[in-house]
C-alpha cells in the first residue's frame, strides 16, 4: 500500500469509527419542544429558563394548569389522535404510571440516575422524580398542644381544629390517602376518626396553608415546602414530621411516546436529573431527587424524613374507589 493509499485508508477508518460511535441521540438538541406541567407559573418560568441556558437552540412552548385540566387536556388530545406535549412535568407518579399503563411513555433507559433513590423513579425508566414533596402536620405556633404523630390528630384535644387538602383536587393528597389506606396502623379507620374529630377537607394546599396562619384551623395537613416558605415569611406556623412517616411526591418528568422532538425531549430530562436542574429545584426551596446536590435554605439541621412506602400501581388501582370513599365520608 502506498502513502497516499495507506493515508486515505486511516482518515477513512477514523471517520467511520467516529460516526458508528457517536449515537443518533447525540446530536444538538433543536427545534421545538412543547411541555405540559402542573407547576407553578413561578417554577415552571424558573425551568424552562434554565433549560434554555443549556440549550439555547430549543424553543419550548408550555402549557401550564393543574394535574387535572392537564390531563384533561391530554385525554381529548390522545381521543383525537393528536397529542401534542412532547414533555410531561407533573405533580405525582400515579399520573404518570397511569400513561405508563396505557402505553403513552417513552422509555429512556439510558438517563443518568447515580444519586437518586431507587424509589425516586420508574423501575423501567418511563419517568423520573425531580423533587421530593412530603406531606407533614402544620402548626399555628399560638396552638396548645404539638402532636407527634398522625394517630395524634384524631385525639378529642384535636376536635374541630384541622383542615387537609381534599385528594379531589390535591395530587398530592390522592397520593397521601393511597399510601395511608394502605397500612394497618392507619387505614381507612384512621380517616374515619378524623372526621368523626370534625376534621374538614378544603380545596388544597393553599387554603390549609390559610387557614393554619390566621389560626382559623390551628392544625393542618400539609406539603413541608408550603409550610417552612410561609414560615420564612413571617407566618406562625411549625411543621412536624410524624412518627410514622411522611407521604411524598416526587413531580416527575417523562417523555411521551409520540414526542416529534425526541433529542430535545430527552435533552429535557437530562437537565431536571442534572446537578444543575436539582440545584435549580433547591433554590425553588424543594427538597430535591438527588440529595447530594443540597438542601433548601428552610430545611432543619439534622432533620431526617422517614418517607412512608407508596406502592404506585397499587395508587393507580384503587384511586377512583378511594376518592369516591373520601367524597362519601367528608363531602366534595
Known amino acids: ?71 384533561g387536556k391530554l385525554a381529548a388530545e390522545f381521543s383525537a389522535g393528536q397529542p401534542k406535549a412532547d414533555v410531561l412535568l407533573l405533580a405525582d407518579a400515579a399520573t404518570m404510571e397511569a400513561l405508563k399503563k396505557d402505553g403513552r411513555l417513552l422509555p429512556y433507559p ?14 423501567d425508566r418511563t419517568y423520573f422524580g425531580s423533587k421530593l414533596i412530603t406531606t407533614g402536620i402544620a402548626v399555628n405556633t399560638a396552638a396548645k398542644n404539638r402532636p407527634a404523630s398522625w394517630a395524634d390528630l384524631a385525639k378529642p384535644e384535636y376536635k374541630g381544629q384541622i383542615a387537609m387538602p381534599s385528594p379531589l383536587y390535591s395530587g398530592a393528597a390522592a397520593i397521601m390517602l393511597g399510601t395511608m389506606t394502605a397500612r394497618p396502623d392507619l387505614g ?51 411543621f412536624i414530621f410524624p412518627a410514622e412517616g411522611n407521604p411524598a411526591v416526587t413531580e416527575p418528568v417523562a417523555i411521551l411516546k409520540t414526542t416529534a422532538n425526541q433529542p430535545a425531549a430527552k435533552a429535557f430530562i437530562d437537565f431536571i436529573l442534572s446537578d444543575e436542574g436539582q440545584k435549580l429545584a433547591v433554590s425553588m426551596g424543594y427538597i430535591p431527587a438527588k440529595a447530594t446536590v443540597g438542601m433548601p435554605s428552610w430545611y432543619p439541621a439534622g432533620a431526617k424524613i422517614k418517607l412512608m412506602p407508596t406502592d404506585i400501581s397499587k395508587v393507580v388501582e384503587t384511586n377512583s374507589a378511594n376518592l369516591k370513599r373520601f367524597a362519601d365520608l367528608f363531602g366534595n
Open 110 to 123: 439510558q438517563a443518568r440516575l447515580d444519586g437518586f433513590d431507587s424509589g425516586a423513579y420508574d423501575a
Open 1 to 71: 500500500m502506498n502513502v497516499v493509499s495507506r493515508r486515505t485508508f486511516i482518515v477513512a477508518a477514523v471517520a467511520a469509527f467516529v460516526f458508528t460511535a457517536v449515537p443518533a441521540t447525540a446530536q444538538v438538541p433543536s427545534g421545538k419542544l412543547v411541555l405540559y406541567t402542573s407547576q407553578p407559573e413561578r417554577d415552571a418560568s424558573q425551568t424552562v429558563a434554565a433549560f434554555k441556558k443549556t440549550y439555547p437552540g430549543v424553543d419550548v412552548d408550555v402549557f401550564r394548569s393543574g394535574t387535572t385540566e392537564v390531563m
Open 188 to 238: 381507612w379507620s384512621y380517616f374515619e376518626k378524623l372526621k368523626a374529630a370534625d376534621a374538614v377537607a378544603v380545596r388544597g394546599n393553599g387554603a390549609v396553608v390559610t387557614a393554619v396562619a390566621n389560626g382559623e384551623k390551628p392544625y393542618g395537613v400539609l406539603v413541608d415546602f408550603m409550610a417552612f416558605n410561609a414560615k420564612l415569611k413571617g407566618s406562625p406556623i411549625d
